[in-house]
Nanobody, 124 residues
Framework: QVQLVESGGGLVQAGGSLRLSCAAS????????MGWFRQAPGKEREFLAA????????YYGDSVKGRFTVSRDNAKHTMYLQMNSLKPEDTAVYYC?????????????????WGQGTQVTVSS
């Protein structure tokens, strides 16, 4: 059974940075794509970034391109999301997910396991 646990969320001022982590277990980590999503109150879940099994291919949503960077350390079974130049509109619960494929993109339906989420709040 795949388990994903996010960490690293918190309160940060606008313009600041945070790094989220997602620790995975229950599946050969390096073989499967992973992704980051977020959901703000009253809004639909939004795709942020995806990374291939060995981390050589990444894909970003338009709203975070150039500000957020996805990476993974397969030896540690952990994926990261470095978030820079944060804005109040980045406030949301952030989720990591894994797909049963080597590559993934921006559709939630591609992903078959999700973490519980971590809250990120950006103050103005």
């Amino acid at each position: 059974q795949v388990q994903l646990v996010e960490s690293g969320g918190g309160l940060v001022q606008a313009g600041g940075s945070l790094r989220l982590s997602c620790a995975a277990s229950g599946r050969p980590f390096r073989l499967y794509a992973m992704g980051w999503f977020r959901q703000a109150p009253g809004k639909e879940r939004e795709f942020l970034a995806a990374i291939s099994g060995r981390g050589t291919s990444t894909y970003y949503g338009d709203s975070v391109k150039g500000r957020f960077t996805v990476s993974r350390d397969n030896a540690k079974h952990t994926m990261y999301l470095q978030m820079n130049s944060l804005k109040p509109e980045d406030t949301a619960v952030y989720y990591c997910a894994t797909a049963p494929t080597y590559y993934s993109r921006n559709s939630q339906e591609e992903y078959d396991a999700w973490g519980q989420g971590t809250q990120v709040t950006v103050s103005s």
